[in-house]
């Protein structure tokens, strides 16, 4: 565990209670503009990067890791991780309390409502809520318009 393998961009902005984890070989990249909120936990055994000018309100988790649990009478903390990278796109708005999950991929300026369990890949322009977080909305480049889905 540690902060050696995290890598902070120019003109990032973090609130206190911040908690960040490298475990194995793991990194995590804050690219540059991002602002991140108060008591915003981030955990990483593999690459977890957070896109420039994306905002992370207060009381978010981001992971790229899932524990095993099928060995029965073994703690879960103790069995193998199961490591998926993740990716925060540039320009994205993650509301409070919202949980990113190993696997997740957003695209550039995806929203994520608050409280979400956030869990795959979304396109650009999206708009994710619920748990599971699911597309209720997305930018038309036609319209200019962000329409229902």
């Known amino acids: 565990m540690g902060i050696r393998r995290v890598f902070v961009g120019k003109k990032v902005r973090i609130f206190p209670n911040l908690r960040m984890e490298t475990?194995?070989?793991?990194?995590?990249?804050?690219?540059?503009?991002?602002?991140?909120?108060?008591?915003?936990?981030?955990?990483s055994a593999g690459n977890l990067t957070i896109g420039t000018r994306s905002l992370i309100l207060a009381n978010v988790f981001i992971t790229n890791i899932d524990h095993q649990y099928e060995n029965i009478g073994q703690n879960v903390v103790n069995q193998k991780?199961?490591?998926?990278?993740?990716?925060?796109?540039?320009?994205c708005y993650i509301g409070m309390g919202a949980a990113i999950m190993a696997g997740t991929v957003l695209g550039k300026?995806?929203?994520?409502g608050a409280n979400s369990v956030v869990r795959g890949i979304f396109p650009d322009y999206s708009v994710i809520v619920g748990a599971p977080a699911r597309i209720v909305k997305k930018y038309n480049p036609e319209t200019k318009r962000w329409e229902k889905m």
């Open 23 to 43: 475990h194995l070989n793991g990194n995590i990249k804050i690219e540059d503009d991002v602002v991140i909120s108060q008591n915003v936990h981030i955990t």
């Open 81 to 91: 991780y199961i490591v998926n990278d993740t990716v925060i796109g540039e320009n």
């Open 109 to 112: 300026q995806c929203i994520v």
